[in-house]
């Protein structure tokens, strides 16, 4: 088994050996070690320390990477994608600039809708290629595990096209994948006035051939006023329940929708969004077990009013940051900036940002006993910082490219 030695750490970062998501003011609990060294045996941490406590057997065995003045931090884990999808937007970033609103853009056939007729327009193949290619660079920006969402299908063929897509990327690729149906997205133009007629194509067509080729990990609903209602959402989350899919709601995102309650009532492991929290809502999510991912590239892209996430965690809620990497409302995938924006306009402590990012993050795609942190037997999936002075360098210098290397399931990148 091959075996990695990095020596001379200036800091390894989130070193823990419990195995729990961080709720409110644990959040800020970020341990570390100074002047360490990590141990990779295969793909998994077998081992770290202080420098001064390294056996010496350690220093002639496997290969060798001398760290000096940078920091290894757990790659960064991003719950909340839809990373496959057909084209770009601009032409609604322009409409964006000039005045016309989300719901205006989506009536003159913009929004979900536009990209869903050029996702079926589309090759699988093409499909891929694009994936891929948007795959790599987050990779290269320190990202070691994803989540991708369907839901621009809207259609049987569509939906397990993308599906089908994201199964070849992790066919492909060492970094971990996670798959969620969103047939709940938005309703096509033919079902406007039909939202039921939907809803049953949706559990009775679309989940059995989901279920049948083993093509999903999670569902989720797009929850909102104008899209589905608490009701529809819980409707279509019991459905894929019963077929085995764990859901994850897009909750509160223009209006204090219900969806935070709704994904509390049915056992989500996450709820995203959540721009727009009530009390109701806060309430909810604080006392259950569900994890609230924020996304603030989706306010700072669209200049909607970024999620409370101080008053979330001073609540006591479990918090995870992801980036919504999308073409309409987040067209990118930069998790540094995530943890920057977040510092920033959020007003989280660079500590809490870095834990909602990689260990809340691991937990909100449910693989927090794998990935998310420096723990003896998780993976080695790690971003190797370039020489900086200090962990809150990494927001503060938000412009610039910090990562030096990533590793992979134990290989570097």
Not at 112 to 119: F, Y
Not at 263 to 292: F, N, P, Q, R, Y
Request: glycine share 8%.
């Amino acid at each position: 088994m091959a075996s990695t030695l990095i020596t001379n750490i200036k800091q390894l970062v989130n070193v823990t050996e419990d195995g729990h998501a961080r709720r409110g003011k644990e959040l800020r609990r970020l341990p570390c070690l100074e002047n360490a060294f990590l141990v990779i045996e295969g793909d998994e941490i077998a081992a770290y320390g202080k420098m001064v406590d390294i056996p010496q057997r350690l220093l002639s065995s496997g290969s060798r990477f001398d760290a000096a003045g940078q920091f290894v931090l757990p790659a960064w884990c991003d719950s909340h994608t839809h990373l496959v999808y057909a084209g770009s937007r601009e032409n609604e970033f322009l409409d964006k600039i000039t005045g016309l609103s989300y719901a205006e853009i989506a009536a003159k056939g913009g929004g979900i809708l536009n990209s869903a007729k050029k996702l079926n327009e589309t090759s699988e193949d093409e499909l891929f290629r694009q994936a891929w290619r948007r795959l790599e660079e987050v990779r290269n920006l320190g990202t070691g595990a994803i989540e991708i969402k369907s839901g621009y299908g809207l259609c049987l063929e569509g939906e397990l096209k993308m599906l089908r897509v994201i199964r070849r990327i992790r066919e492909k690729t060492a970094m971990t994948v996670k798959a969620t149906f969103l047939g709940a997205h938005a309703f096509p133009l033919e079902y406007k006035n039909n939202h039921k007629g939907y809803i049953d194509r949706i559990i009775y067509e679309m989940l059995p051939a989901i279920a049948g080729e083993k093509l999903a990990d999670f569902i989720d609903v797009f929850c909102e006023d104008g899209f589905f209602n608490p009701e529809e959402t819980e409707i279509i989350c019991r459905a894929g329940l019963d077929l085995g899919l764990k859901p994850k709601i897009h909750a509160n995102q223009l209006s204090a929708s219900g969806g935070v309650q709704t994904g509390v009532k049915v056992g989500a492991i996450s709820v995203d969004h959540l721009e727009s929290m009530d009390e109701a809502s806060i309430t909810a999510l604080k006392g259950s077990l569900t994890i609230g991912t924020l996304l603030p590239c989706a306010a700072f892209f669209l200049r909607m009013p970024f999620q409370p996430a101080r008053r979330l965690i001073d609540d006591g809620c479990a918090i995870a940051l992801a980036s919504d990497y999308n073409p309409g409302s987040s067209p990118s995938g930069n998790m540094n900036f995530v943890v920057a924006l977040s510092c920033i306009q959020m007003k989280m402590l660079p500590e809490e940002a870095i834990n909602a990012a990689t260990l809340n993050g691991a937990f909100a795609m449910d693989v927090g006993d794998e990935l998310g942190s420096i723990t003896i037997g998780k993976k080695a999936n790690l971003i190797l910082t370039k020489k900086i002075p200090s962990l809150a360098y990494l927001p503060y210098s938000f412009g610039s490219n910090l990562i030096d290397k990533v590793m992979i399931r134990g290989s570097w990148q």
